[in-house]
Antibody, heavy 118, light 111 residues
Framework: EVQVVESGGGLVQPGRSLRLSCTTS????????MNWVRQAPGKGLEWVGF??????????EYAASVKGRFTISRDDSKSIAYLQINSLKTEDTALYYC?????????WGQGTLVTVSS | DIVMTQSPLSLPVTPGEPASISCRSS???????????LDWYVQKPGQSPQLLIY???NRASGVPDRFSGSGSGTNFTMKISRVEAEDVGVYYC????????FGQGTKVEIK
């Protein structure tokens, strides 16, 4: 059974940092690109970034809106992806989804909520 | 960045009737390999998004054949041949030609 489980969200003050984790099982993690997508309350989906699988160099891409503050990494030995968010802003408040994508196979988690507020 | 524009943003539908959503991109999504890098997702109420259509016209695994995708370049359409009550949700197009960008979403609801 495929599982994608995000964790690490919570209430955090502006300017602080946070690391989200995406723990997976049930598929060949190393083959998949790992994406992060967020959804602000009552809003649409916003792609944040992804990290390619090792076959494609394990390189990263980011949305312009988060470039420089967000960092995606992966640990293939543990089948976990991470999203490091620095200098948090109130507008980063959202449900953060982790998704695993390989060609036409696409697995999503249930999301972890990040609330940025003083 | 490629901008994705969907229309309409709200789509009241009658069960059994067809429905259609348009998605336009600010740049061509047609790769030199002949594929259009355009996906469609649906987010049903209270659920995570799920892939419906990939590469513009291919149904994802388990997706009913009443869903279809078409288009090329900058203009794409997702159609539901006969809407069912379970199809309510927000539908998003997403380009994968240059990084990724979602459209604003189209809320499909039953009349």
């Amino acid at each position: 059974e495929v599982q994608v489980v995000e964790s690490g969200g919570g209430l955090v003050q502006p300017g602080r940092s946070l690391r989200l984790s995406c723990t997976t099982s049930g598929f060949t993690f190393g083959d998949f690109a790992m994406n992060w997508v967020r959804q602000a309350p009552g809003k649409g989906l916003e792609w944040v970034g992804f990290i390619r699988g090792k076959t494609y160099g394990g390189t990263t891409e980011y949305a312009a809106s988060v470039k420089g503050r967000f960092t995606i990494s992966r640990d293939d030995s543990k089948s976990i992806a991470y999203l490091q968010i620095n200098s948090l802003k109130t507008e980063d408040t959202a449900l953060y989804y982790c998704t695993a994508r390989w060609n036409y196979i696409d697995h999503w988690g249930q999301g972890t909520l990040v609330t940025v507020s003083s | 960045d490629i901008v994705m524009t969907q229309s309409p943003l709200s789509l009241p539908v009658t069960p059994g009737e067809p429905a259609s959503i348009s998605c336009r991109s600010s740049q061509s999504l047609l790769h030199r390999n002949g594929y259009n890098y355009l996906d469609w997702y649906v987010q049903k109420p209270g659920q995570s998004p799920q892939l419906l259509i990939y590469l513009a016209s291919n149904r994802a695994s388990g997706v009913p054949d009443r869903f279809s995708g078409s288009g090329s370049g900058t203009n794409f359409t997702m159609k539901i041949s006969r809407v069912e009550a379970e199809d309510v949700g927000v539908y998003y197009c997403m380009q994968a030609a240059q990084t990724r960008t979602f459209g604003q979403g189209t809320k499909v609801e039953i009349k």
